[in-house]
Structures are given as structure tokens and as C-alpha cells.
């Protein structure tokens, strides 16, 4: 008779075969079998598993192996495994209820695992067509979108605005609807102006996903800023956080706002009066002009970019004066939580909204883990939205 320890490592050895040739992701496969994401991880780290588990294990892999549809295999009691997704779109955070942010966030993490590992494609959108359409500039949305349809094995492409016929007058409906002929799986679309992608969407048959409109919303934003909050504190609700700086032009403020209030944060916003939108407090947030009272006690201080691009006339008396009194630096920040976290959501305007030294520390700034999560955010979204429309919101 053989020992638990050879009897274990010949179950192991057949969950990596599993793996390596399916391509499936570890901690999708322990959600999808033991309902557990860190299954595979324990395994490794040899903690034995109960004949029931690995007879469980057996026939899961015994039924999906061949089968090209495995991402899809179902556990009905997994987290996100029952979640219908309300809309066909993503368009904004105002329409996300709780549990929905939470499956995002969820599948979020399962893809961070992904990027982290060096083999980082899957299969997820295979077959599945996603259009890029950036009618105002971008960094870190249009690449990690890129990257996260890369990832996932689906075709992805860029349109380039400056050299297409929107340069000959075509408007945004018609762009729309020519692309939707070519029958993309999802449209991922950043705009100028307020509800142009909610009226883009409503021209197409395929998902249309929000990667900014005007000051409205930037739901992706929000989300990677909510699953970085909840990988480095654990959580989202009880925390207290203050947004600041230039709140009226922001969507990265709007979606924060409605996301954080959802999940049970204290929301504050900080501005100098001539930044802060007409009847803020009807998003239900505590206002303050003030920045030391703002951020008192805060454990998140949210910078935002001072967005001269949208401003018509002087909103601030001079830059200089800015950062004196608005701009985040270790004194002003000495008033918040000891341990308080610093976040911005790029591009940084340094020494204006953020003192350069405070944005590179990695004892007090997510930053750069805002950019890693949003990949795996975009992923997510991609994943559950092309699963929505197919009528597979398993997983
Ligand atoms: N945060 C953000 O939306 O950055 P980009 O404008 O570079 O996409």
C-alpha cells in the first residue's frame, strides 16, 4: 500500500498536468472545483487532500479535459458562479449593484494571479473580437485594455482615430454603427463628451464598455481603484476616503464616489470652491475647501489631476498657489490615518496636485498597484461581459 505522501503527490502531479495543458488558470480551477481559489496553491504547498476531494477533483477533470469550453465549467455555489449581470454594457458605476462590483472584483483577482505568472495567456475570449475606440488620448486605459484582450487570447484592435474617417466628419453614431457591422464582441470607447458612449451603445448589438465619458464616468477607474484598496486593506467598507483636487471635471471622482458609497465607505471630496461640481452633496459626501480638515484621519487620500484641458478661463489662482494649498505632500498628509494610503489615477501632474517624492514612495503610494490591477480589472470586464452576452455567467 502506498503512502498518503506518494498518493498525493501523483494527485498533484495530475492537477499541473491538467493545467499545463489546458492552459486553465490555478485559482479559476479551485473556485471551479473546491469552490476554493487557493486550492491548487495549498496542494502545492503539500497539504493533503480527503479521498472525497481528490475522487471530486478526478471526475471534474475527467469531464473537462478535451473540452475546449472548460473556462466556462460550472460550480453553481463559486462566488460569482450565479451572478447575472443587469446590463449588456459597462457604462458606469451608478448602474453596478454591490454584488455585481464584487463579482468584478472577484474575477479581478483571480487575473492578477494570471499576470503575475510567466506564462500569461489563456483562452478566455478566444474567437472573440474586441475594438478599441479612443476618440481622447490615453495611456494606462488603451494599453491595459490591449493587454488585457491580448491576455485572454481574443483579436483586439486599435482604431486610430487621427487617421480615420472621423477626421473626414463622420460622426460618432455612424463610426459606431460601421464597426458594429464588422460584428465585434465589445467595444471599449473613451469620449469627450458626457453620455456619448451610453448613445454609442445604443446603436450596437455587441457589449460597449465606458473607458471614460467627458466628467461623467470612468467605471474601470473605480473598479481597480476599489480592487487595490480591497488587496492592500482587506476591505471596502468602514474606511474613510477623500477624494481631492479637481472633483468638477473628474469621472474618476463620480465613479469612485458611487462605487465606495455602494460598498459601505465615507466619502469626502476636498476642492477649492471653484472645483467642486454645483450641489456636490447630493451624492451624499462630506465637502470640505479645507485640505487639512479634509483629509483628517482619512485612510485613502484620492488625488486627482488638476484637468486644464477641460477648463475654460482660471480655476486657480496660479500653480504655485495650487500646491500650497491643495497640492499633497508628507506634512498635509501627517494629519490622516498614521498608516493612510495615497492613490491617483494618472497621468500625475507632479508638484502640482502631488509632491513627486510622497507618489514614489511604496510605503504610502498604491500608485503603481493601481496600474498592475488595471489589467486584471480589464480582463474581468472583458471575461464577464462576453460570458453575458453568450449566456454563460458561470465561473
Ligand atoms: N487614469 C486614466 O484613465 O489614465 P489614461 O488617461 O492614461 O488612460
Known amino acids: 500500500m502506498r503512502g498518503t505522501m506518494a498518493i498525493t503527490e501523483q494527485f498533484r502531479n495530475e492537477i499541473e498536468n491538467f493545467l499545463s495543458t489546458t492552459g486553465m488558470d490555478p485559482t479559476r480551477f479551485g473556485r471551479a472545483v473546491m469552490n476554493d481559489p487557493n486550492f491548487v496553491f495549498d496542494l502545492r504547498e503539500k497539504r493533503s487532500p480527503t479521498a472525497a476531494t481528490m475522487d471530486k477533483v478526478r471526475v471534474w477533470m475527467a469531464a473537462h479535459l ?23 454594457h459597462l457604462l458606469g458605476i451608478e448602474d453596478l449593484s454591490p454584488d455585481e462590483i464584487t463579482a468584478y472584483l472577484d474575477l479581478s483577482d483571480t487575473y492578477v494571479e494570471q499576470n503575475r505568472r510567466a506564462d500569461k495567456k489563456s483562452a478566455v475570449l478566444r474567437g472573440r ?7 481622447e488620448t490615453s495611456t494606462r486605459t488603451s494599453m491595459s485594455f490591449e493587454l ?11 482604431m486610430s482615430v487621427a487617421t480615420s474617417s472621423v477626421k473626414k466628419g463622420e460622426t460618432l453614431v455612424d463610426t459606431a ?11 471599449v470607447v473613451r ?3 458626457s453620455g456619448s458612449v451610453k448613445l454609442l451603445s445604443e446603436k450596437v448589438n455587441c457589449s460597449v464598455i465606458n473607458a471614460g465619458d467627458g466628467s461623467h464616468e470612468h467605471p474601470t477607474q473605480a473598479l481597480l481603484d476599489a480592487l487595490t484598496i480591497r488587496r492592500r486593506l482587506g476591505r471596502l467598507n468602514n474606511l474613510t476616503v477623500a477624494i481631492c483636487g479637481d472633483v468638477l471635471h473628474s469621472r474618476v471622482a463620480r465613479s469612485n464616489i458611487y462605487l465606495l458609497q455602494a460598498m459601505g465607505t465615507r466619502v469626502r471630496v476636498v476642492a477649492p470652491p471653484t472645483l467642486l461640481p454645483a450641489e456636490i452633496e447630493r451624492f451624499g459626501v462630506d465637502v470640505f475647501t479645507d485640505m487639512t480638515a479634509g483629509i483628517k484621519d482619512c485612510d485613502i487620500v484620492m488625488m486627482l489631476r488638476l484637468q486644464t484641458e ?11 498657489e495650487y500646491f500650497r494649498y491643495y497640492g499633497l505632500d508628507r506634512e498635509k498628509l501627517s494629519v490622516a490615518h498614521p498608516n493612510a494610503l495615497v492613490m491617483h489615477p494618472g497621468p500625475m501632474n507632479r508638484g502640482i496636485e502631488i509632491d513627486s517624492a510622497l507618489a514614489d514612495d511604496i510605503d504610502r503610494s498604491l500608485i503603481r498597484e493601481q496600474v498592475e490591477m488595471g489589467v486584471a480589472v480589464r480582463m474581468a470586464c472583458l471575461d464577464l461581459l462576453t460570458r453575458s452576452q453568450h449566456g454563460d455567467n458561470s465561473k
Open 66 to 88: 478535451g473540452n475546449n469550453d472548460f473556462e466556462s465549467a460550472t460550480n453553481p455555489d463559486t462566488g460569482t458562479g450565479s451572478l447575472r449581470l443587469s446590463q449588456r
Open 129 to 135: 473580437t474586441i475594438i478599441n475606440l479612443f476618440f
Open 148 to 158: 488585457a484582450g491580448k491576455r485572454l487570447g481574443g483579436d483586439v484592435l486599435n
Open 177 to 187: 454603427m460601421t464597426l458594429n457591422a464588422m460584428h465585434p464582441d465589445v467595444l
Open 191 to 193: 469620449h469627450s463628451e
Open 310 to 320: 477641460r477648463m475654460q478661463g482660471s480655476y486657480v489662482p496660479s500653480i504655485r
